[in-house]
T-cell receptor, first 112, second 114 residues
């Protein structure tokens, strides 16, 4: 059990560019979640997968955001045409059941 | 509506004092789960405890204890004999369906002063 791994740890990009983050969950976990956390706030739910199926997507997630989990293993979160308001920590979590989520260290995105 | 409220934004106590972090939740469902997570300065969210809505027994784990009261929709967290390493942001969270997402409160930043 190596834990949930997220890459990159930090990403600085210019407004208007596309970015992609990767999350590798704990191998036996079938559920994978993406959250966003801004300074001084709790994590906000974005979307989650059970295996490769995306079961729910938050209304917070604009059309510029897309997430995939091909083959039910790792997941990617892409943000197109980034805006300064997208600057945040993006957290990935995995679990066997909703009851206990294991979080990664996050990817901190800064849009300049 | 499902909601978690942590009214205490920031708390500072001197080491070895006891401290209680408050959490109030709202849910229409009769089946739900409550959680506490710790986020140290390193940033990773660390799971502390899960409690289901049918189990109101209080729980103690070392210096940590949790008080779940359905009558007041509260799930408070107490650290006894606090230590500097307890300094972190603590989040209370709720899910109302075992297959659904977890929602978090805004967190309480705890400073333990040496």
């Amino acid at each position: 059990d190596t834990g949930v791994s997220q890459n990159p740890r930090h990403k600085i990009t210019k407004r208007g560019q596309n970015v992609t983050f990767r999350c590798d969950p704990i191998s036996e976990h079938n559920r994978l979640y993406w959250y966003r956390q801004t300074l001084g706030q709790g994590p906000e739910f974005l979307t989650y997968f059970q295996n490769e199926a995306q079961l729910e997507k938050s209304r917070l997630l604009s059309d510029r955001f897309s997430a995939e989990r091909p083959k039910g293993s790792f997941s990617t979160l892409e943000i197109q045409r980034t805006e300064q308001g997208d600057s945040a920590m993006y957290l990935c979590a995995s679990g066997l059941a909703m009851a206990t989520l294991h979080f990664g260290n996050g990817t901190r995105l800064t849009v300049t | 509506a499902q909601k978690v409220t942590q009214a205490q934004t920031e708390i500072s106590v001197v080491e070895k004092e006891d401290v209680t972090l408050d959490c109030v939740y709202e849910t229409r469902d009769t089946t739900y789960y409550l959680f506490w997570y710790k986020q140290p300065p390193s940033g990773e969210l660390v799971f502390l405890i899960r409690r289901n809505s049918f189990d109101e027994q209080n729980e103690i784990s070392g210096r940590y204890s949790w008080n779940f009261q359905k009558s007041t929709s509260s799930f408070n967290f107490t650290i006894t004999a606090s230590q500097v390493v307890d300094s972190a942001v603590y989040f209370c969270a709720l899910t109302w369906n075992r297959d659904d997402k977890i929602i978090f409160g805004k967190g309480t930043r705890l400073h333990i002063l040496p």
